[in-house]
């Protein structure tokens, strides 16, 4: 059964940090795409960062470019999202996702979200 969980989110204050963590179970980790999405309250689930596996390529959300960086530990199947240089409209409820296509089928799994808030 595949499982998704972060850990590390909290109350910060603007200027702080903080180290989101998301521990995989049930996939063949060090194949997937991982990536972060956040939702802020009454907005819609937007991305923020993504890793290809094998090649490690990354890419970042505009508001997040310089601040926040995206890594993986394919030992402990463990994704990060290392967040720096916090801001109040950081505040969100940040979700850890990994993805695979398989040519006809996606797989496509979510961790249930922690939630980060930034205090001005």
């Known amino acids: 059964q595949v499982h998704l969980e972060e850990s590390g989110g909290g109350l910060v204050r603007s200027g702080g940090s903080l180290r989101l963590s998301c521990v995989t179970t049930g996939i063949t980790f060090s194949a997937y795409l991982l990536s972060w999405y956040r939702q802020a309250s009454g907005e819609e689930r937007e991305f923020v960062a993504q890793?290809?596996?094998?090649?490690?390529?990354?890419d970042y959300a505009d508001a997040v470019k310089g601040r926040f960086t995206i890594s993986r530990d394919n030992a402990k199947n463990t994704m990060y999202l290392e967040m720096k240089m916090l801001k109040p409209e950081d505040t969100a409820t940040y979700y850890c996702?990994?993805?695979?296509?398989?040519?006809?089928?996606?797989?496509?799994?979510w961790g249930q979200g922690i939630q980060v808030t930034v205090s001005s």
């Open positions: 890793l290809t596996p094998f090649g490690g390529m990354s």
């Open positions: 996702n990994a993805a695979r296509s398989t040519g006809s089928d996606l797989y496509s799994y």
